[in-house]
Each structure stands twice: as C-alpha cells, then as structure tokens.
C-alpha cells in the first residue's frame, strides 16, 4: 500500500512516536500531500521547531487553526496545541457566567493544571480534536506529544469518563452526588482513604483541588459526551494511527513500547514510517555497495596523490554509509514485523537540514523508499 | 574504534561532583546514550551509578540489552543499576511511608476510587516521581555509604525537565504544610544544592539543537537555582577527508560515473562536517566546560558505550 491508500478515504490520522524523530515533520508533510490531493485538512500539531511553525503560518500566538498558503487545490489547516490557551478557550465556552468564569481561571490547581502538567495534555487535545473533527474537514491529522504521553491521549476520554462519575468526584467534593452515592459512600475505606488523603496533601491543596474538581462537577456532562465521542472517533473506520520512529536502537525500543501499548488498546496502527533512516545520495536515494575499483585507473592523471587521496576516501565513505544502511534496515525490520497490519512501511533518507518549507516536506514525502 | 581513539581530551569530569546529575535537552539528541555511557564510566571507576528513565520509555532497555528495567533497579552489567519510575508501584510506596498501618496503607492503595482519583488528577504523577528520586537518593548501602552514587537522571524532553524544576513554584503556597510540602522544600533544597545537584545540558552539533540550547541555557540561567554541570555535544561527525575540498570540485569536473557519484557523496560530507563545527563554534558563548562526543559508525555496543564513557566523563 502506498501513501496514496493510507490517504484515501481517511477521516483521522494519529501519529505517534517517540520524542525527537520527526512526527511533526511527517504529519505536516503527510497533511500537505492530501491537500494536493484536494481534500480540506486540517493538522493539529504540538511544540513544532520553530522553522516548521513559520512555513505552516502559525505565529505562536494562540492556538488558532491558520490557513496555510500553497497547498492546493485542497486545502491545509493549522494548529499549534498550546494547553494553556486551549484550556481558558474551553472555560469561556463552557462558562456563561462572569463570576464562576473568574473562580475557575484563579483557581491555582486549574493555573498549573492547565499550564504545566503532563497529563493535562492529553484531555486538552481530545477537546482539541472533538471540536476539530466537527469542523468540517475531510480529514484531520493530530500530532501527539512523545511516547508515553501518545497512549495518554488514547486512556484520557475513558479516565475522564470514569472520573467523572458523579459518584466518585461527588464524594471527593462533599456533595454526595445523587442516586448511587449513598451506597458508595458507605464503603467506609473510601471515607477513610479520603480524610487520609486530605492529611497527606494538607488543607490548602485539599481545597484548592476542590474547586478545581468543582469545576468539572458542573462540566461533567459536557466533557464525558465529547470525551464519548472522541473515544468512537479514535476506533472508527475513517482512523489510522501513523507510528513514527527512527532507526536508532532507543527509539525502536520506545517506538516497539507504544507500538504495542496501541495494540493491547485495539489502536490500528496502519502505517510505519521511518525518518531520518537511511544516507541519501544526491539523487535522494538509499547509498548502496558499489564494486570497488583501483583510484588511479579512473583518474585522468594517475600521478595525482592528492585526487587518489580524496577518491578512496570517497570510496571508504560509500563503502561504510552503504553497511549502515544495511544495518539501519535490519533494525527498522524488527520494528515492522510486530506489525503485520501496517501495510505501508516507509523510510526516508537522513537530510543535511530539517526540512522546513512546504517544497521541502513535499521533496521528503516523494523521497520515501519501502522498508 | 578508530574514531574514538582521536577523541579530544575534554579535562572535564561530570561524575567529580554532584550526586544527581540530571540530563535534559531536546528530544533525539541522544540523552539516553550520554546517561548510559556515563553511567558505564561510573561503574567502571567502582562507583554505584544508577540511571533513572522518566516518562515511561524503554530506552535503557535497548541501550544496555536487557529484557526489562521497571521499577526496581536491577542490574545491567558493568557495575550499573538502571530503573524506571512506575506510578502506582510509586503510589504504593508512598502511601507506605506516611500511613504506619500496613493494613491501613494497603486499603487506601487498593481503594478503587482514590485510584480513580490518582488516575485523573494533575501533579500526582510528578509528585510521586519527586518522592521515589528522594527516596532512592536517601537508599544505604550495607556499608553505611550512600547505596546510589552517582543518580543520573535521563528526562524524556527539555519540557519535562523544566515542569520538574518548575514543581515546587508551581505548588508554592498552595501546600502550605504536610508530607507533600515537606518533600517539595526538600526537593528544592537538593536543586538548588551546588554539592550534591547538577543539571547536564545534551544537544547535536546542528543549527536548530545549538539555537534550542542557547535558549534553555538563558532560561535556566535566569530563572532556576540549580547548578549547570556539563554540555555534551553528541554524534559530532569527524573530519571525512584532510585535503582541500577544492580539490574535490576540480577533479568532479573530470570525472563521472561511480567515482563522480563517490566524490559528491565526500563532498557532502565535507560540508556536514563544516556545518556542524560552525554550530558548534556557537555554543563559544556558553560559560559551561563542552564534551564532544563523536559519531559512531559502529552499533551502540557495550564496548562502545565504554568507550564513549570514557571520553564523556572526561577523556581520562
């Protein structure tokens, strides 16, 4: 299967990796090829370089999504997920009243949650998401942060769901909730382990997270339709999930971990691209052995030590690029036999500089070679 | 390994001072294998390093070929334990440490709801992860000695590192007593603690890597009290060929076929090479001791990963 198919009829693509192997990259380049194709797409991306973020357009300002210029004749496109920025969007929109707007925005659990803390991530991007699948495109690439955090994004709508039982955060908060709550709160171990957790963590905190578990007591039924929703977007038909890695031993080992993570979580993993996997020669393609030849048979002026020098260096260097290629796919193989649903396995060639115009995600696309 | 033989001195030593030494810099440069390799240089010298992976990763796994490290450190050869930090083992010896009744302790980490809770709510996960750092910081050897010596710390990305740094401001009066405040003033105590803290800088001699560093140091630098250790420069490519690239352009002008083809591909590396000297050249301005460390052709190897132990810990 080529790109094309992986494309074709898509409604959601997921890429995942670990950290520093270029999924931004590729879910830009993957985005870009199905705008040529004609399709509306938008690419929701996290912490691009800042190179990439300009020739997408995206200023770093907000999270807005940004048209991109000269993708056509579809069209492309783009978000920068910024947790802080998407979280306040959320309260205003969920919040009519001033009053209660301000008691969540000063809440200090909800000012750190929202802007530093890892798992706060994954419950941003699946609002993210919801609203952007119900923006009208035909198909929406997300980027995820690295590894553990990309099956985060997958756990977060159930975990939110199951925290938002009414029972469990209404006991949490005093109120008792409603119908369940009374049998629940009989189980005198969860009274217990509460009034220990308060000891543990102190008043102050115990308070404060109070609020903030108020305010999506009031937000729970909003939160867990859409974090609903996005559990049957990630497992519908239209999804596939891209698995990105490179081909050095930590990240194959990080890329197999997740790899069989979204597995165990029934994630269709269709796809394994592998960047910067192989040394390119100028043509863009794999360096391979060459036969050897003696250097001063090929020279115009055999005498010539100096050009006799540089040539068998030249040769040495082919000569070992050629075995770490080799080397590089042995490696990559391993990685896509644990996969045997992903049908389009890709590699792409080592680039001198990332590539960070809209041509040159597009050159790394075409210069994909099959692994 | 005739490249690592050529490998400069660098005279500076990161396992001399500062008992946790933590790792950060910009995802695939590389951080795993400079942790490693100095962790295998620790255990060579007869020290008791232990390498802490954060973030649910198997990097350590596959840098030292073992099947598993979870979260008790085991041992992965050459006088080096490496561990990963799992949440709910961490919860359970939380919960253990602060509630003295063991039936009591077990009941609340079994609790299904308070799991719930912990499942959802922010700064648990990092919170518990400060608590396992300090106990295992706090862990004696039989001997009376610390049992962890040195404890490297391999943070999964330059963010995660600075949420870390940035915990105990993030939680500052929010927590004005208890076990959690207690633990936090002791972590920023350890932070800010110049005999027993270092905070190591990993990045790739390439123009992006080198601007990212210029920026994380001034962050660092002007926001947070822990003390910078080292800068390792990692894959720095040697020299493909000593003569003249001109040489090179002169003779492409007679040549073509496979040796044309050859000559480009030196030719190019000529220019990575260059390339990577002149972005190093702009990490001059950084007041840190620098460890280059070479690319390696062969694969990252146990006597590879000494070898590169070597150099990163000072060349010795």
């Known amino acids: 299967m080529s790109l094309v198919e992986l494309l074709e009829g898509r409604r959601l693509l997921v890429c995942v990796g670990p950290g520093g192997v270029g999924k931004t990259t590729l879910g830009a380049a993957l985005a870009i090829a199905a705008a040529r194709r004609g399709q509306r797409v938008a690419v929701i991306t996290i912490d691009p370089a800042r190179r990439l973020a300009d020739a997408l357009g995206l200023d770093g300002l907000d999270d807005a999504l940004r048209p991109v210029a000269g993708v056509g004749p579809g069209t492309l496109h783009a978000a920068m997920l910024d947790t ?3 979280y306040d969007a959320l309260i205003h929109r969920v919040t009519g009243d001033p009053d209660a707007r301000r ?9 750190s949650f929202s802007r530093t803390l890892a798992r706060s991530h994954a419950y941003v991007a699946m609002e993210r998401l919801h609203d952007v699948l119900d923006g009208g495109y035909d198909l929406v690439v997300l980027d995820t942060p690295p590894t553990r955090s990309a099956l985060d994004i997958l756990d977060a709508p159930a975990r939110l769901v199951r925290f938002l039982d009414e029972r469990v955060l209404g006991a949490f908060l005093g109120h008792g909730g409603r119908g369940g709550a009374a049998s629940w709160l009989k189980s005198k171990g969860t009274e217990v382990a509460l009034r220990l957790f308060g000891a543990l963590v102190g008043d102050g905190l115990m308070q404060e997270l109070a609020g903030f578990f108020e305010v999506f007591f009031h937000l729970r039924t909003g939160f867990a339709e859409r974090a609903a929703s996005v559990q049957d977007a990630l497992r519908a038909d239209g999804t596939a999930f891209v698995l990105v890695s490179a081909p050095r031993a930590t990240h194959l080992a990080d890329a197999a971990y997740l790899r069989d993570g979204l597995l165990e979580r029934g994630a269709p993993i269709e796809a394994v691209l592998f960047n910067r996997a192989f040394h390119a020669d100028e043509r863009g393609q794999p360096v391979g052995a060459a036969a050897p030849y003696a250097a001063e048979a090929v020279l115009p002026d055999p005498s010539d030590r100096v050009a006799a020098s540089a040539l068998r260096a030249a040769q040495a260097l082919r000569g070992r690029l050629a075995v770490e290629n080799a080397a590089l796919d042995r490696a990559m193989r391993g990685l896509v036999a644990g996969v045997p649903r992903a049908h389009v396995r890709l590699r792409f060639p080592l680039l001198d500089e990332e590539p960070a115009t809209v041509e040159a995600l597009e050159q790394l696309l075409a210069s994909a070679a099959v692994v | ?6 490998a400069p001195v660098s005279g500076f030593d990161p396992l001399a001072s500062g008992r946790l030494a933590l790792f950060t810099g910009k995802g695939g440069v590389g951080k795993s294998t400079v942790v490693a390799a100095l962790a295998m240089e620790a255990g060579r010298r007869g020290r008791r390093p232990l390498v802490i992976e954060l973030g649910h990763r198997a990097s350590m796994q596959a840098v030292f070929g073992v099947a598993h490290v979870g979260h008790e450190p085991v041992d992965v050869g050459g006088g080096v334990h490496a561990c990963n930090i799992e949440l709910d083992e961490a919860l359970r010896d939380y919960v253990a440490d602060h509630v003295p009744v063991a039936a009591l302790a077990r009941r609340i980490a079994e609790s299904s709801s308070l799991a719930r809770f912990f499942e959802a709510a922010p700064a648990v996960g990092e919170v518990l992860t400060l608590q396992r750092i300090e106990q295992l910081m706090a862990a004696r050897a039989p001997d009376g000695g610390a049992r962890w010596d040195p404890i490297l710390v391999d943070f999964d990305a330059t963010g995660h590192a600075l949420m870390f740094l940035e915990l105990p401001k993030v939680f500052e009066g929010l927590v004005p007593g208890g ?9 920023s105590a350890l932070l800010s603690d110049p005999t027993a803290t270092r905070l190591h800088l990993v990045t790739l001699p390439a123009r992006l890597p080198v601007q990212e560093t210029l920026e994380l140091h001034d962050k660092l630098a002007a926001e947070h009290a822990v003390r910078l250790g080292g800068l390792f420069v990692n894959r720095v490519p040697a020299r493909p060929w000593e003569g003249d690239p001109g040489a090179i352009d002169a003779l492409l002008g007679q040549l073509d076929g496979e040796p044309a083809r050859d000559l480009r591909l030196l030719r190019r590396a000529i220019d990575r090479h260059a390339a990577a000297q002149a972005a190093m050249a ?8 620098r460890v280059a460390l070479p690319q390696l052709s062969t694969r990252l190897d146990r006597r590879a990963l000494t070898a590169l132990g070597r150099i990163a810990g000072g060349g010795a």
Do not use: C, E, H, W
Not at chain 1, 103 to 111: A, E, F, G
Not at chain 2, 1 to 6: A, D, E, H, I
């Open chain 1, 84 to 86: 802080k920025a998407s």
């Open chain 2, 282 to 289: 702009r990490l001059d301005a950084l007041p840190l001791p």
């Open chain 2, 179 to 187: 076990p959690v405040r207690r633990l936090l003033d002791g972590f």
């Open chain 1, 103 to 111: 008691r969540i925005l000063d809440n200090r659990v909800y000012q």
């Open chain 2, 1 to 6: 390994m005739g490249v690592l033989t050529k």
